[in-house]
């Protein structure tokens, strides 16, 4: 199956910096998608991104298809910004989406 | 418009034992995938159902089963549970089957196997 890879495992920031978080993945895609999870587990989703560049506040997505790679930006970190942050993708014809390991994001005050 | 809901949020069982867990998709959906997230990891895909039926399993054993309402809600059962299976339990629905239908999730059930 696909495999999905995540990158940095682990950030740390100062309140205020900008950051990347990368997504590798395998094989061609019709679904990805950028998730946080809070500290009390619940996963919220950020962008539904299989192509493209979206934007949303402070965070934005970009997803390259053609090259298998998905990168989330966070511009003037808060710390209410802190968690795992988890990219998750699905192939055609296949039910299941695949999830990375996740990047844990810690934004210091 | 109500989101995923599942129930119980917190459960402690005992080896050997059984659970259920329950999940009532977000409205307007009809699709429900199950998910299982250990401490530390990453979720890991269980099933998804479709009409009733299962319609796609992850690499779980049969001791995981599941069932769907037609109402669209759905249970997990896990039968004789091993210290292993404590987890975070998520449940996600989505539109319709298959791609371009993004997963909304639920605040999950955490399971605890003593």
């Known amino acids: 199956g696909i495999q999905v890879e995540q990158s940095p495992p682990d950030l740390i920031l100062q309140e205020g910096a900008n950051s990347t978080l990368r997504c590798n993945f395998s094989?061609?895609?019709?679904?990805l998608q950028w998730f946080h999870q809070n500290p009390w587990g619940q996963l919220i989703n950020l962008f539904y991104?299989?192509?493209g560049t979206k934007q949303n506040g402070r965070l934005s997505a970009t997803t390259v298809a053609t090259e298998r790679y998905s990168l989330l930006y966070i511009s003037s970190s808060q710390t209410t910004d802190s968690g795992v942050y988890f990219c998750?993708?699905?192939?055609?014809?296949?039910?299941?989406?695949?999830f990375g390991a996740g990047t844990r994001l810690t934004v210091k005050p | 418009d109500a989101g995923v809901t599942q129930s119980p949020t917190h459960l402690i069982k005992t080896r050997g034992q059984q659970v259920t867990l329950r999940c009532s998709p977000k409205?307007?959906?009809?699709?429900v995938s199950w998910y299982q997230q250990a401490l530390g990891q990453g979720p890991q895909f269980i099933f998804q159902?479709?009409?009733?039926?299962?319609?796609q399993r992850g690499n779980f054993p049969d001791r995981f089963s599941g069932h769907q309402f037609p109402n669209y809600s759905s249970e997990l059962n896990v039968n004789a549970l091993l210290l292993g299976d404590s987890a975070l339990y998520l449940c996600?629905?989505?539109?319709?089957?298959?791609?371009?239908?993004?997963?909304?999730f639920g605040n999950g059930t955490r399971l605890t196997v003593t």
């Open positions: 409205s307007g959906h009809d699709t």
């Open positions: 094989d061609s895609v019709n679904n």
């Open positions: 996600a629905s989505s539109l319709e089957i298959g791609p371009n239908s993004p997963l909304h």
């Open positions: 998750a993708a699905q192939t055609p014809n296949n039910n299941d989406m695949r």
């Open positions: 159902y479709y009409e009733e039926e299962e319609r």
């Open positions: 991104i299989p192509s």
